[in-house]
Nanobody
């Protein structure tokens, strides 16, 4: 059974930092890309950042480029999202995702989400 388990969310003041983790298990993800999305109530889920397991190639949404950094630890089957200079508008539920080669519009697996709240 495939599982993506996020951790690291919480409450932080504006300007602060958080690091989210996503531990993947249940299958071989070597050909997959892993990514982070976020969602606020009433809005669509938003792509933030992605990384490929095999080459480590990264991609970012313009809204977080320069503030958020995605990374991976292949040995631990874990990806991370380092979030710096957080703003109140970053408040959302953050989701880990895995997809086969293709586009971020088609996701094969989702995590359960972790809440990030940024206070002003």
């Amino acid at each position: 059974q495939v599982q993506l388990v996020e951790s690291g969310g919480g409450l932080v003041q504006a300007g602060g930092s958080l690091r989210l983790s996503c531990a993947a298990s249940g299958r071989t993800f070597s050909t997959y890309a892993m990514g982070w999305f976020r969602q606020v109530p009433g809005k669509e889920r938003e792509f933030l950042a992605g990384v490929t397991w095999n080459t480590g190639t990264t991609s970012y949404a313009e809204s977080v480029k320069g503030r958020f950094t995605i990374s991976r630890n292949n040995a631990l089957n874990t990806i991370y999202l380092q979030m710096n200079s957080l703003k109140p508008e970053d408040t959302a539920t953050y989701y880990c995702a895995a997809r086969r080669p293709g586009s971020w519009s088609t996701i094969d697996y989702w995590g359960q989400g972790t809440q990030v709240t940024v206070s002003s």
